[in-house]
């Protein structure tokens, strides 16, 4: 394994798991702040800081994208012939998306996308509960992001460099900027929340979406095959506070996932049903890379979607959602 990028999710999520793996070995890191990969290379005994992308991927299977963006780092290991990890969302244009996911297939490579929520214990758990669901919400407000990447990080290094990152190209369909803004919070903010759905109700329409006037809080209005209601809510909110919430009722059960906060364990994820509370469920992180590791291995049915066309389902319904978003009205001040 060889490693593009040294934030938070490096230091607090991926690092940690693959250097301790038995299957892995991380043999190179990299990062546009040299000081921030020499510090993650010293706490987790790696032995190479690269100085280039080529540098980088000398000897390795295969690639994990932990950068804000992805797209030139997937095309170079896809011109070494060289396994993809990324974290999500691939691109923010699905065109370029699906091109890329179309290259690795007929390359033969493994095009694996950090949708975390697929391979969640907690939430199969409400699935399996509501196997078919006619409704429901999924709701996230996060306030504690910013705190809870300052304590993972060495002391000094900024938790959000995004600012920093090249300008990626979005879809031409999304005229208005405010569609942009609303296409990043769903795939930014709300990409796990997405994965949720799609897993779900796999037919799931995109019916309304409006996003406020700040351009922070978004509200959505989906529709399942039979015209069942689906809400989708992402939300600002005040440092500190964080709820991240799925709701889905059926015919006969209802079941309600309220997980842990980012970088704290998983088990304090609670599931809720009408037989009453499940907690501590094992890491969905762990499960991912164990599923990465046996896709590697060859230990899985041929016709198993990928990662990958999960991604383009999912992006694809954030593209639709930002391509329907409305400004909201402007609170008026008489």
């Not at 969640?120 to 709701?139: C, N, R, T």
């Not at 920093?164 to 919070?185: F, N």
């Not at 991604?311 to 909201?328: I, M, N, T, Y």
Request: glycine content about 6%.
């Amino acid at each position: 394994m060889a490693v593009a990028g040294c934030g938070a999710a490096a230091f607090g999520l991926h690092l940690p798991l693959l250097t301790a793996h038995p299957a892995f070995e991380v043999t190179a890191l990299a990062d546009r702040d040299t000081a921030r990969a020499r510090a993650a290379a010293a706490r987790f005994a790696v032995p190479r800081v690269a100085g280039t992308t080529q540098d980088l991927l000398d000897g390795a299977d295969m690639l994990v994208v932990l950068t804000g963006v992805h797209e030139d780092l997937i095309d170079a290991a896809l011109d070494a012939q060289v396994h993809m990890f990324t974290e999500k969302p691939v691109s923010l244009d699905l065109t370029t998306t699906r091109t890329l996911a179309a290259r690795a297939q007929q390359a033969g490579l493994l095009l694996e996308v950090g949708a975390m929520r697929a391979h969640d214990p907690a939430l199969h758990a409400a699935l399996a509960a509501v196997p078919d669901p006619a409704g429901g919400w999924l709701l996230k407000a996060d306030g504690v992001d910013e705190a809870a990447r300052r304590r993972l990080l060495p002391p000094g290094f900024n938790p959000y460099t995004f600012a920093d990152d090249p300008p990626q190209a979005v879809p031409e369909r999304l005229a208005d900027p405010h569609q942009v803004t609303a296409l990043k919070i769903l795939l930014w903010q709300g990409y796990h929340l997405l994965t949720a759905l799609a897993l779900a109700v796999p037919g799931v329409t995109p019916a309304a979406c409006t996003l406020d006037t700040d351009g922070q809080s978004l509200h959505a209005l989906l529709f399942g095959s039979a015209a069942e209601p689906f809400t989708l809510v992402i939300s600002a909110t005040a440092p500190g506070r964080f709820l991240e919430q799925v709701h889905f009722s059926g015919p006969a059960d209802a079941a309600t996932v309220d997980f842990a906060r980012p970088y704290e364990p998983s088990t304090a994820t609670r599931v809720t049903t009408a037989t009453g509370e499940q907690t501590g469920f094992p890491d969905p992180f762990a499960a991912m890379w164990q599923a990465i590791n046996d896709r590697l291995a060859g230990q899985y049915p041929a016709d198993l979607p990928t990662s990958a066309a999960l991604a383009v389902r999912v992006e694809d319904l954030a593209l639709e959602l930002a391509a329907l978003c409305r400004p909201g009205p402007r609170p008026r001040k008489d």
